[in-house]
């Protein structure tokens, strides 16, 4: 599926912008419902289940994964700025120092052994200091005060999701190789989460993600990764499996919500996550009907609904459809009256800036 032809490409960023703000959307929708099975979230908002922010009474938030996913930026941006100076830096310490950084607005100490991060431009802002359910397997891993390893893990059984749903912004780094995204975002992923899943699984999304800002289609992407997933050496076998079937899925098209988790799980795992959200992004396509919205528009409502109404983690799954989505189309396809309900989008798009700003160098 492509749909740049004939007209120019989103810039690179278009793409920042549109993924940060694009999985921070569908994390606000899906937080909304993240512990609701599908018979309550009916009962809520109908039978369509939940469709838009206009639904929500209370006002919206985003979750630990637009947390997570932001200071993934700050670490990355951190790791450049040095590079850009003519330093050298290990990058996956600057994750784990911006981790570590989350860690402390949550209220968990970590252990005397651990670094004491400087406090850096994101750390200022209140919205990130909310505890938004924050994963339990994030939250230990990091306060072991141990810098887990694909070699030396924390939580060595761990393949909980919030490895995936924090990892789209190494996809957004430009003039790096397939290989170097996806050996940055498994070793990120080791600092919470040591079941090789977990690494995998964040390391083929944030490879998705790369593909699309490259220029690829979302169809052609989401076939090339889950043909590499399968080659990965010493692979866990559940990850090319999910993704062969949320691919196969797709092809039948939209499913009630009982079989898409009966099919693909309910996203509380990392394999699990990924798949449901390839399957939402693939299984809806942009069209031309008439009606105030763009197809690329239509298209982003469209999946982000199927993502957030299946009963599973909904904020996890709609959060890296929106990365997905907001990667390939840019912010073109960010719906301006759900971006309207956005928690904080200064902070997001601050940050969206940062990385822009280091990647290209403009203001």
Same mark, same amino acid.
């Given at each position: 599926?492509?749909?740049?032809?004939?007209?120019?490409?989103?810039?690179?960023?278009?793409?920042?912008?549109?993924?940060?703000?694009?999985?921070?959307?569908?994390?606000?929708?899906?937080?909304?419902?993240?512990?609701?099975?599908?018979?309550?979230?009916?009962?809520?908002?109908?039978?369509?289940?939940?469709?838009?922010?206009?639904?929500?009474?209370?006002?919206?938030?985003?979750?630990?994964?637009?947390?997570?996913? #932001?200071?993934?930026?700050?670490?990355?941006? $951190?790791? *450049?700025?040095? /590079?850009?100076? +003519? &330093?050298? @830096?290990?990058?996956?310490?600057?994750?784990?120092?911006?981790?570590?950084?989350?860690?402390?607005?949550?209220?968990?100490?970590?252990?005397?052994?651990?670094?004491?991060?400087?406090?850096?431009?994101?750390?200022?802002?209140?919205?990130?200091?909310?505890?938004?359910?924050?994963?339990?397997?994030?939250?230990?891993?990091?306060?072991?005060?141990?810098?887990?390893?694909?070699?030396?893990?924390?939580?060595?059984?761990?393949?909980?999701?919030?490895?995936?749903?924090?990892?789209?912004?190494?996809?957004?780094?430009?003039?790096?190789?397939?290989?170097?995204?996806?050996?940055?975002?498994?070793?990120?992923?080791?600092?919470?989460?040591?079941?090789?899943?977990?690494?995998?699984?964040?390391?083929?999304?944030?490879? #998705?993600?790369?593909?699309?800002?490259?220029? $690829?289609? *979302?169809?052609? /992407?989401?076939? +090339? &990764?889950? @043909?590499?997933?399968?080659?990965?050496?010493?692979?866990?076998?559940?990850?090319?499996?999910?993704?062969?079937?949320?691919?196969?899925?797709?092809?039948?098209?939209?499913?009630?919500?009982?079989?898409?988790?009966?099919?693909?799980?309910?996203?509380?795992?990392?394999?699990?996550?990924?798949?449901?959200?390839?399957?939402?992004?693939?299984?809806?396509?942009?069209?031309?009907?008439?009606?105030?919205?763009?197809?690329?528009?239509?298209?982003?409502?469209?999946?982000?609904?199927?993502?957030?109404?299946?009963?599973?983690?909904?904020?996890?799954?709609?959060?890296?459809?929106?990365?997905?989505?907001?990667?390939?189309?840019?912010?073109?396809?960010?719906?301006?009256?759900?971006?309207?309900?956005?928690?904080?989008?200064?902070?997001?798009?601050?940050?969206?800036?940062?990385?822009?700003?280091?990647?290209?160098?403009?203001?």
């Amino acid at each position: 599926m492509s749909i740049h032809t004939g007209a120019p490409a989103p810039t690179l960023k278009s793409r920042i912008h549109g993924s940060l703000l694009g999985g921070a959307l569908g994390d606000a929708l899906g937080y909304a419902v993240e512990f609701d099975g599908m018979d309550e979230i009916r009962r809520r908002f109908g039978a369509d289940g939940l469709t838009g922010f206009e639904a929500l009474s209370g006002g919206s938030h985003f979750s630990d994964d637009t947390q997570l996913t #932001l200071y993934t930026v700050d670490g990355l941006v $951190e790791a *450049l700025e040095w /590079a850009n100076s +003519g &330093v050298g @830096a290990d990058v996956n310490a600057c994750l784990w120092l911006a981790y570590l950084r989350w860690l402390a607005t949550q209220g968990e100490p970590a252990p005397a052994s651990a670094p004491v991060p400087q406090p850096r431009w994101i750390d200022g802002h209140t919205v990130l200091h909310q505890r938004r359910n924050p994963g339990r397997a994030c939250i230990s891993g990091l306060a072991t005060g141990e810098m887990g390893t694909a070699v030396r893990p924390v939580n060595p059984e761990s393949k909980g999701c919030g490895t995936v749903m924090r990892s789209a912004p190494f996809g957004l780094v430009p003039h790096i190789t397939p290989d170097a995204v996806y050996k940055l975002s498994a070793d990120a992923a080791s600092l919470t989460h040591g079941h090789p899943s977990a690494r995998q699984s964040a390391g083929i999304f944030s490879l #998705l993600v790369h593909r699309l800002v490259s220029g $690829e289609g *979302l169809a052609e /992407a989401a076939a +090339g &990764v889950t @043909a590499h997933a399968a080659t990965i050496t010493g692979v866990a076998p559940e990850l090319p499996e999910r993704l062969q079937a949320a691919l196969q899925l797709a092809d039948k098209g939209i499913v009630r919500p009982e079989e898409l988790t009966q099919v693909l799980g309910g996203g509380w795992v990392a394999e699990e996550a990924l798949a449901l959200a390839l399957y939402a992004v693939l299984a809806t396509t942009p069209d031309d009907s008439d009606g105030p919205d763009t197809p690329a528009v239509r298209h982003f409502r469209d999946a982000i609904t199927l993502a957030v109404n299946h009963g599973g983690d909904s904020d996890s799954t709609a959060s890296v459809a929106g990365n997905i989505l907001g990667a390939y189309y840019g912010e073109d396809c960010l719906p301006g009256d759900w971006l309207e309900a956005l928690e904080a989008p200064d902070v997001i798009r601050g940050m969206a800036d940062l990385l822009v700003r280091v990647t290209t160098g403009e203001g």
